[in-house]
């Protein structure tokens, strides 16, 4: 009693209000409660209206009668004389401006319709333009002369874009526009570029949503930019002065398919900048509206009190010391907002400027930007307005306002988690739960282009990740030891506010998919959405083409979507229907669709019907309109295919949401793992890099590696499905498949968990894979940058000259900036794509979508219907997830656990004919080739059935002019440590013994697949090998080494090791291929190694020749002739230990071949080459010296066959037989001409046309110095 005595002194009888001396519109906080009144609470209504209205203490007399509405606006009109006898004029008198009405009015600026060039198109109210030419251009209807001036342009896209300032003499063209010509000036931010003739470099990279300020002052002469406020510095001084009507306009040039929001003043600016005003005057009663809403804040802040205080309030009412606010509180909203109201109508084109401005503004206050949210004000306030009819006018601008939020906001990071789209997202699906406004909303023709813009969200710069990661740190960093728990904090500031923004983008689909949208016929829960998705489908095709068509959707809005339907099918509704969904929280024990085991289900129908937006998209045996006459299915458009999880494993190795072992998408492994990863910067440096490959991964993932095909694009036509069986190309049975009929036409009108699949796998491929593959690219640079930084640390320490010491420190301090560029950049794709929760979502994505693809693989006539996104998006996620970094799960378990259903399906597809495009089985071939480097993968290929089955056979049939590169990267990988000096770094330790039986037995069953595979070889080992040389020599003539020439010999001599490796292998294997029957194969193959050595022994310069090998950071060791030389020696090695055997040596003779080669000197000196090279550097251990002896016994038994044969030649004295005299290369002319010094002959026909090309012999590569005719011919 006696604290109630103390507060109601402390209050004074009176109504209590807020004395801070401030409007309230100016903070958010709230104040403490004193006395606003006298201790006889005389006059204490007149003081709270004093209060609201914002005005001098006992400025309003004594109130008569009743308080209602018409006496709140009678004080407020009377209050406010002064911005109500203004709010009817809108015209602003300013000097140094000039407006030409335009149509819409004298004051409303616009683009002239008679400057624009090309095709620029309003493809929204009121300036959001796109053009649809290659080039077009446009001055606005307005110009300066004097004063400072500015208006905002939005950019909707990022690409190419010149924004600024022109007269009416810049000419405009189909190739130029603003910017390229006299007192033209202009900014590219995609160009990163400055233009007024000449383009200089000047200001940042721009990206979607920035907002561009185009800034001039004629008081200095000066033209400046702004990027979202921040100046980019003046771009422009001292230009041209204008006379009064002839001065700068705003004026504008965009590349097709650009699109961009002009605004002069006819909205708030987003950015205003201090000192430089709109081209277009706000509306006069901007002011008094503003006033309004600042009295409507000042009441619900007092009313909020009041809650707060509500026990001391409710005495004081009860004694009668004051009246309530809940009293006045009704008559006095009520008040002041049909006084806005009534405002607002007499001037319907200020309603967007008031909108956009102070109502946004006292809306989000009133919400609270920061939590905790005030939403019960925020409702109290919502009723009240709603009654009135001009707020639908308001509200249906607010959302538009709301959408445009999201696309500016930038995040900021001290105001994380709260910043970015957070608070625009959190007001509109607040109001939008308001059945009226949603309906609003709905039925506004920009629907569809609104909610895209609730999506999208704004990716950062490279002066952005500077703001958002001032500290910057990376394992093995010099930096301050500080840096590192300033980057774990700022990641996981940024990871919260990301966090919150995908909550918010859910919680607004999932209002869109609870919408009944008022209708006849009613329509179910879901419906609106799916209209979304297949318009946005519809509007995005060609999204992934490398030129995309006009019109497509942000990426962010493409990768927001599925990110909620990702999470929607991984984390959340457990129900097949929209109707279980909304039902979802009565089940506690709800498991989301992708995780759900069991018997699994899928609509055929969604491949077999051809709907507007998947009318261009390409299907697995070719195009829709090519299928439909080939394969009919009609009949089958109503099935529905059902199968149990994991059917088409082997029962080894089956695991699945239901079994004891859980995937890794489930298993307690996952948790236990997360939590171990405690600090995942850690895995931003060096983790990324993979082990030496023979074949390094030519790009981000497989997606990538396979888009650039081999070095011959062509392919044998292979024979069409109809002539394959089913199961040759499915290894399971299919007992666990069946078809059922749909329940009902209600289920195919409801939206289901399938739909969300299919359409989440095809914004995967034309949404995520883009990003995932530029995340991908800063990885791998960052380790390199880091390596290189390393080296230069390395190098800095060990120099002592002054002039190399100030270089190297230069360059170190060039890869520290890279370095730091790249961490920054990883560390966002960490944080926006990579969460533990879309991970395990991804994971679970690819197992379901291979079983699916190979359940489907069974029946031809659905099969070849499947969309090849369904293939792509597979492969790349499956390779997104085996890469990403920090580590989803152990690779000994990645495969193992949930996704040996993926190796299944490639080997069995990666030749299958019903696949049309040559493309996608690369891309399966490609996988193999990776998958297969390393050990624990390979391990999964040799435990799986259909890899056993399948993979021998078809990699040696499809060693084509294709796929030779994968091919030989698969079988180099599988034959590993059977040569001479493999395992020189540990390559024996992980050779597979399963592969390298089953490829012996492969060959030796099938002779002719056999020998059409080793006819290819031969042929491929002898082109790279041609090639190489080529490019060597052509350096050497230069003398200089060219990057792109460099890279071209390091590829084609990394392939070149490759296939002699693999030549190797079956020598070792199969050397019955080579030693028993004909000789033809034996004698190709010494050729080919006579061949090999005289291209790799005949460089002159040693030094050089080694120097073209190297890549960038390679060291001699990795890199040398011994690469080649090794599995050359081995081939022999291989050979000679073969002929041991009595059965070979009976019938090929190893060393009379070899002998009977010509140039016996140069064969010799090959042989010597090889004694001689220095093998204690490529090799580990001694154990290569007893194979060398063997070698030189060889050599040995091979001079002295020369000798004899040579002798054995003179002593008989016969003449070269008739055919010998004909030219082998032509096989037309007589061999009427020889090379000098070697003696080889041929046609000097043929001579003539290849020293045009090249001055070396066609057959054992000698220079060559003269050419002498031969025979009676000789002129």
Not at 230 to 257: D, E, H, N, T
Request: glycine content about 6%; overall charge negative.
């Amino acid at each position: 009693m006696a604290e109630d005595s103390l507060r109601m002194g402390g209050l004074s009888s009176g109504l209590a209000v807020i004395l801070n001396g401030e409007d309230s519109s100016e903070s958010s906080s709230k104040s403490r409660l004193v006395s606003f009144c006298d201790d006889f609470c005389h006059q204490s209504v007149e003081r709270t209206f004093e209060y609201i209205l914002g005005l001098p203490n006992k400025s309003v007399g004594l109130l008569p009668g009743q308080i209602n509405s018409n006496l709140v606006r009678a004080i407020l009109k009377n209050e406010f004389s002064e911005f109500h006898s203004n709010s009817g004029t809108s015209v602003r008198n300013v000097d140094g401006l000039c407006i030409v009405d335009n149509g819409c009015g004298s004051h409303v600026i616009g683009l002239k319709e008679d400057s624009i060039c090309g095709d620029i198109r309003i493809i929204k109210s009121p300036l959001l333009v796109e053009s649809l030419a290659m080039f077009s251009s446009a001055r606005a209807n307005a110009c300066v002369w004097k004063g400072k001036w500015m208006y905002e342009v939005i950019l909707e896209t990022s690409g190419i874009q010149q924004l600024g300032w022109a007269t009416v003499s810049c000419p405009f063209t189909d190739h130029k526009g603003v910017g390229d010509a006299d007192d033209s000036y202009a900014f590219d931010g995609r160009r990163v570029s400055k233009w007024n003739k000449e383009a200089e470099p000047y200001g940042q990279l721009w990206v979607a949503g920035d907002v561009i300020g185009c800034c001039i002052d004629l008081d200095h002469n000066e033209i400046s930019f702004f990027r979202n406020g921040v100046s980019l510095g003046v771009a422009f001084c001292g230009i041209r002065k204008m006379g009064q009507g002839s001065g700068y306009y705003p004026a504008i040039s965009l590349s097709q398919g650009e699109r961009c929001e002009l605004n002069f003043g006819a909205r708030p600016f987003k950015f205003p900048i201090e000192g430089y005003l709109p081209l277009q005057a706000p509306p006069s009663l901007n002011s008094f509206a503003t006033q309004l809403l600042h009295c409507l804040s000042r009441l619900l802040d007092m009313h909020s009190l009041e809650r707060a205080e509500h026990s001391s309030v409710e005495k004081l009412a009860r004694l009668k010391r004051f009246v309530s606010l809940e009293e006045i509180f009704h008559p006095v909203s009520h008040g002041i907002c049909e006084e806005f109201f009534s405002v607002l109508e007499a001037d319907v084109k200020s309603i967007e400027y008031i909108a956009w401005g102070p109502f946004l503004l006292f809306m989000m206050e009133v919400l609270g930007v920061q939590a905790p949210h005030d939403f019960s004000s925020l409702d109290r306030i919502l009723d009240i307005l709603l009654e009135f009819e001009g707020s639908y006018l308001l509200f249906e601008h607010i959302i538009n306002a709301l959408s445009f939020g999201c696309k500016t906001a930038k995040l900021v990071l001290a105001e994380c988690p709260y910043s970015g789209s957070y608070p625009y997202l959190t007001l509109a699906c607040h109001i939008l739960r308001r059945e009226e406004l949603m309906v609003l909303w709905w039925k506004s023709t920009d629907f569809e282009f609104l909610f895209e813009g609730f999506l999208s969200r704004k990716s950062p710069n490279k002066q952005d990740l500077e703001s958002l990661m001032p500290s910057v740190w990376w394992p093995g960093s010099y930096e301050d030891v500080s840096y590192e728990s300033n980057m774990m904090l700022t990641t996981t500031a940024l990871s919260e506010v990301v966090t919150k923004i995908e909550e918010k983008h859910r919680d607004l689909c999932c209002l869109v998919i609870q919408f009944i949208p008022p209708v006849t016929p009613p329509q179910l829960p879901g419906s609106v959405f799916r209209t979304f998705l297949q318009n946005l489908l519809l509007k995005n095709r060609g999204a992934d083409r490398n030129v995309p068509p006009p019109g497509v959707s942000s990426n962010s809005v493409l990768v927001s979507l599925y990110t909620v339907l990702l999470h929607f099918l991984s984390e959340g509704f457990g129900m097949g229907d929209i109707s279980g969904w909304l039902k979802r929280c009565e089940n506690s024990s709800d498991i989301g669709f992708l995780h759900r085991g069991g018997q699994r289900s899928f609509p055929i129908g969604l491949f077999l019907k051809n709907d507007p937006h998947r009318i261009d998209i390409s299907r697995l045996g070719g195009s829709f309109s090519h299928l439909s006459k080939a394969h009919h299915v009609e009949d089958q458009e109503a099935e529905v295919i059902r199968w149990e999880e994991g059917c088409m494993d082997d029962e080894e190795t089956r695991v699945t949401h239901l079994s004891t072992q859980k995937p890794c998408c489930c298993s307690s492994y996952d948790a236990d793992f997360t939590r171990s990863l405690k600090d995942p910067i850690r895995y931003s440096g060096k983790g990324s890099r993979s082990h030496c490959n023979p074949i390094p991964e030519r790009s981000a993932h497989v997606g990538t590696e396979c888009s650039a095909g081999s070095l011959n694009g062509e392919i044998e036509d292979k024979p069409s499905s109809s002539d394959q069986s089913e199961s040759e190309f499915g290894y399971c049975p299919v007992q666990h498949i069946r078809f059922v009929p749909k329940e009902s036409n209600l289920s195919s009108a409801t939206l289901r968990e399938e739909e969300l699949l299919d359409v989440l796998l095809l914004l995967y491929h034309i949404g995520l894979a883009p990003n995932f593959k530029q995340a991908s690219y800063y990885m791998s640079h960052q380790s390199q940058s880091i390596s290189l930084l390393e080296e230069a640390d390395k190098q800095i320490k060990d120099r002592a000259c002054s002039e190399q010491l100030k270089r190297l420190k230069e360059a170190r301090n060039g890869y520290r900036e890279e370095v730091i560029e790249y961490v920054r950049h990883c560390a966002w794709y960490r944080v926006s794509l990579f969460s533990r929760w879309k991970q395990r979502g991804m994971y679970a994505t690819c197992m379901w979508t291979v079983q699916l693809l190979l359940v489907l693989s069974k029946l031809d006539s659905v099969f070849v219907y499947i969309p090849e996104f369904y293939l792509e998006a597979l492969v790349d996620c499956f390779h997104v997830l085996r890469k990403s970094d920090p580590p989803f799960v152990p690779s000994a378990i990645f495969i193992k656990q949930g996704l040996t259903s993926f190796v299944t399906f490639v080997v069995t597809h990666f030749n299958d004919p019903r696949i049309s495009s040559a493309e996608l089985r690369d891309l399966l071939l490609q996988s193999i080739s990776v998958l297969v480097q390393y050990k624990e993968y390979l391990a999964a290929f040799e435990s799986n059935g259909a890899a056993i089955q399948r993979m021998p056979k078809a990699l040696l049939s499809a060693f084509d002019n294709r796929s030779w590169i994968p091919v030989t990267s698969i079988l180099l990988r599988l034959s590993k440590g059977s040569g001479f000096g493999s395992s020189k770094h540990g390559e024996s330790s992980s050779s597979s013994v399963v592969f390298q039986r089953l490829l012996r037995e492969a060959c030796i069953s099938d002779e002719e697949l056999f020998s059409a595979f080793l006819n290819r070889l031969f042929n491929t080992l002898s082109w790279t090998m041609t090639e190489f040389s080529v490019s060597v020599r052509e350096m050497q003539e230069k003398y200089q080494v060219l990057e792109f020439q460099q890279r071209k010999c390091s590829v084609i001599f990394d392939l070149s090791c490759n296939l002699a490796r693999v030549l190797e292998f079956y020598t070792h294997e199969i050397p019955q291929a080579f030693l028993i029957g004909s000789d033809t194969n034996l004698r190709r193959l010494t050729e080919l190694i006579i061949f090999m050595m005289n291209h790799i022994t005949s460089a002159a310069d040693a030094e050089f020749f080694d120097l073209s090998l190297r890549r960038n950071g390679q060291s001699l060791e990795k890199v040398n002739r011994g690469m080649i030389l090794a599995p050359l020696v081995g081939i022999i090695l291989n050979l000679l230990d073969a002929s041991e055997d009595l059965e070979c040596r009976e019938h090929n003779d190893v060393a009379g071949i070899f002998a009977s080669m010509d140039c016996p000197d140069r064969v010799h000196c090959g042989f010597q080459y090889l004694l001689d090279y220095n093998w204690a550097g490529s090799l580990r251990g001694d154990s290569y010296l007893t194979k060398l002896r063997q070698l030189e016994s060889f050599m040995s038994l091979l001079v002295s066959r020369s000798q004899s044969q040579e002798v054995s030649r003179v002593q008989c004295g016969e003449e070269t037989e008739a055919d010998d005299r004909i030219c082998c290369i032509c096989y037309a002319c007589e061999a009427d001409a020889g090379f000098v010094p070697c003696a080889h002959r041929s046609c000097y026909g043929c001579i003539t046309r290849h020293l045009l090309n090249c001055h070396r012999c066609f057959f054992c590569n000698t220079t060559v110095l003269e050419v002498v005719r031969i025979g009676a011919n000789t002129d």
